[in-house]
């Protein structure tokens, strides 16, 4: 009988003892719970971290940039020359885990008219992650999408653009070889002479323009000075030039797109900056 009483007595003091821990846990959780709340809120985003970064697969997606501020709409100075060199030396962005985070594909640029600059597109493949079932991405946490600024960040160079073509699978490029004839009124001769069969255009990685043939004449038009004084023939003597070219284009929705976003049909103009002669307001007569 003794025995039990013991017995009965040391769980009782056993239950009081649990009972004033429970009771000391309870008033040190209440003091410090905004605590408990940071570690909590720390240790979930480890685990998402650490199941994003070395457990789950990631997502890849090939998008074509154009080389500039970033917005669409805003127009900014072009790229020269230096920065197109730099770009072409740039190979991949790496994430903290040393993971590409882009990979730099392809460069093509076409001279701008006019200037020492150029249009610079990039192919690049980037790691992305899915934004729940919306079907959209999001690189470096900002969603992405045609028409999207997006800042790329290589070793030895940075900068911006917008992006104008998203793809699940790799961007191909795939052209046609049309013959275009160009026409201008009232050309210099200098111009004419200067002009050379197999001038040539080239966007970085192949010759997309080339001067095949020319020609010249004379039109019925009289030609005034800015003066307003009609012009001597018998110093300007050659009054059109029609130049054959070899042309690669791109077919968009029923349009030839030549450069990524000049559409070239007859009586539009045509502006190109060649290796050896800019052709300053020539207008396309037929594309065969």
Do not use: H
């Not at 410090?32 to 970064?53: D, R, T």
């Amino acid at each position: 009988m003794k025995r039990k009483i013991q017995q009965k007595t040391a769980n009782n003091q056993q239950l009081k003892a649990q009972s004033s821990k429970l009771k000391s846990a309870l008033i040190f959780f209440k003091k410090n719970y905004f605590l408990f709340i940071i570690v909590g809120c720390v240790g979930f985003v480890g685990v998402v971290a650490f199941y994003k970064l070395f457990i789950s697969k990631p997502t890849y997606v090939y998008a074509k940039i154009k080389v500039g501020q970033g917005l669409w709409w805003a127009s900014t100075q072009k790229p020269s020359l230096w920065f197109i060199k730099a770009i072409q030396q740039a190979k991949e962005q790496k994430d903290l885990t040393g993971k590409p985070l882009v990979t730099l594909i392809s460069t093509t640029y076409y001279p701008y008219y006019g200037s020492s600059q150029y249009d610079v597109y990039i192919t690049v493949k980037l790691k992305v992650s899915v934004i729940g079932k919306t079907g959209t991405y999001s690189f470096n946490r900002e969603t992405i999408g045609v028409s999207s600024p997006i800042d790329l960040e290589f070793p030895n160079v940075q900068f911006s653009g917008t992006i104008i073509e998203i793809s699940n699978t790799p961007i191909y490029e795939v052209t046609e070889t049309k013959i275009v004839y160009l026409y201008k009124k009232n050309v210099n001769p200098w111009e004419y002479d200067q002009i050379q069969i197999g001038d040539f255009l080239s966007n970085g990685k192949e010759n997309i323009f080339k001067v095949l043939a020319k020609e010249r004449g004379e039109t019925n038009d009289v030609l005034l000075s800015d003066l307003g004084k009609q012009i001597n023939w018998d110093t300007e003597p050659y009054r059109y030039v029609k130049i054959k070219a070899i042309i690669k284009v791109k077919k968009e929705d029923g349009n030839y797109v030549f450069g990524e976003e000049a559409v070239v049909s007859p009586g539009r103009g045509l502006s190109l900056v060649l290796n050896n002669l800019t052709l300053n307001d020539y207008t396309i007569i037929k594309i065969e």
